[in-house]
C-alpha cells in the first residue's frame, strides 16, 4: 500500500521554507526520500530508521514519529534548485518492499 | 562505474506482443526493483528482488513476470502487453535496507498500441 503525501504541490519563492507530508496505515521501519528531475531518474535524499535522529542534507531536514507512522520533509531558504518532485518512500519491518507515495511537486521561482 | 542500466530506453508493441526488459547493475547490489511511473501516481512497486535466485510481488504486479537468475541482472517480462502497461519503468539496486539508498537507471519508456 502506497504512502500518502501531502500537498500535491507546492509553489515556493527562493528563501521560503515548505513541509511535505508522508503518512502510512502500516507500522514502518523506514521511510525514503527522494527528488526527480522532470525526465531524470529519481535521486536518494535521505533515510530515516525506526528508532534513529532526525536527518539533515545541506538546508533540507526530515524527522520520523514512529508512534504516528509519520515523516516530514523540510525544505529551508529554499533555492531554485530544490524544484522537483519529491518522493517519501516506506518500508515494514516485515518486507523489504519500498512503496512510494504519489509525489509533491515542488516549484521554486526567482 | 556504469551503474544501474536498462535496456531498451525506448520501445512501441502491439497489443499482444510479448518483450523483457533488462536492467543490469555493477555495484554488487543485493536488492533490485521494478517500478512503473505513471503521471499522478508516482513509482508504483512491480515486483521486488533480495538476492539471486529471489523475486517477490509488488503492488501492481498482474501481467509482469520477473526472473534474477544472476546477481547483477534483473529481468522484467510482459507475456501479452496490453495498452494498461504503457508507461515509464524504473529499475532500482540498493545495497542493504539500512544504508537505504537506492540508485536508479534511466528509465524504459513504453508504448503499447
Keep these: 500500500q502506497q ?4 500537498p500535491q504541490a507546492v509553489i515556493l519563492r527562493e528563501g521560503e521554507d515548505a513541509v511535505i507530508n ?11 526520500w527522494y527528488r526527480q ?3 531524470e531518474a529519481p535521486v536518494f535524499l ?13 538546508k533540507i531536514s526530515a524527522s520520523f514519529n514512529e508512534k504516528k507512522q509519520q515523516s516530514s520533509l523540510y525544505l529551508t531558504a529554499s533555492q531554485l534548485s530544490y524544484s522537483g518532485t519529491y518522493f517519501c518512500g516506506t518500508e515494514t519491518a516485515h518486507d523489504y518492499k519500498l512503496s512510494f507515495g504519489a509525489g509533491t511537486t515542488v516549484t521554486v521561482r526567482a | 562505474n556504469a551503474g544501474v542500466t536498462q535496456t531498451p530506453k525506448f520501445r512501441v508493441l502491439k497489443t499482444g506482443q510479448s518483450m523483457t526488459l533488462l536492467c543490469a547493475q555493477d555495484m554488487n547490489h543485493e536488492y533490485m526493483y521494478w517500478y512503473r511511473q505513471d503521471p499522478g501516481m508516482g513509482l508504483r512497486l512491480i515486483h521486488y528482488s533480495v538476492g539471486e535466485g529471489t ?18 541482472n534483473f529481468l522484467l517480462g510482459l507475456e501479452s502487453a496490453a495498452p494498461s502497461q504503457t508507461s515509464v519503468y524504473f529499475c532500482a539496486s540498493g545495497r542493504d535496507r539500512d544504508t537505504g539508498e537506492l540508485f536508479f537507471g534511466e528509465g524504459s519508456r513504453l508504448t503499447v498500441l
Excluded: F
Design chain 1, 37 to 39: 528531475k522532470h525526465g
Design chain 2, 55 to 72: 523475486t517477490a510481488k509488488g503492488e501492481v504486479p498482474d501481467g509482469y513476470n520477473v526472473s534474477r537468475l544472476k546477481k547483477q
Design chain 1, 22 to 32: 508522508c503518512s502510512s496505515s502500516k507500522a514502518l521501519y523506514s521511510v525514503h
Design chain 1, 3 to 6: 504512502p500518502v503525501q501531502s
Design chain 1, 46 to 58: 535521505m533515510i530515516l530508521l525506526k528508532g534513529g535522529e532526525q536527518k539533515g542534507h545541506d
